[in-house]
């Protein structure tokens, strides 16, 4: 079956970064494309970046010039590089695929991000 794993949520000081990685197996990686959101206490889920698979990318201009998705696909895995983190990024971090010709939605279980002032 479809499985979307998160890792590397943790608790960080304002203005470090941490790295999430995504892992994947059930689906064809490559036909997909990959996204990370994030959901805070009392909001929506928001996009925060999008890569396709042909490596397009897209973020949110909250976290343009700091965050940094890119994809793996021979190991399966999108990752996010977070940097200069803010206060304001504390949030659950979710993976999401979105198969390009079927539009099949998966997602991942989060990953918890928390950023200290």
């Known amino acids: 079956q479809v499985q979307l794993v998160e890792s590397g949520g943790g608790l960080v000081q304002a203005g470090g970064s941490l790295r999430l990685s995504c892992a994947a197996s059930g689906i064809r990686f490559s036909r997909n494309t990959m996204g990370w959101y994030r959901q805070a206490p009392g909001k929506q889920r928001e996009l925060v970046a999008s890569?396709?698979?042909?490596?397009?990318?897209n973020s949110a201009d909250s976290v343009k010039g700091r965050f940094t998705i890119s994809r793996d696909n021979a190991q399966n895995t999108v990752y996010l590089q977070m940097n200069s983190l803010k206060p304001e990024d504390t949030a659950v971090y979710y993976c999401?695929?979105?198969?390009?010709?079927?539009?099949?939605?998966?997602w991942g279980q989060g990953t918890q991000v928390t950023v200290s002032s």
């Open positions: 890569i396709t698979s042909v490596g397009g990318t």
């Open positions: 999401r695929a979105t198969h390009d010709i079927t539009l099949k939605v998966a």
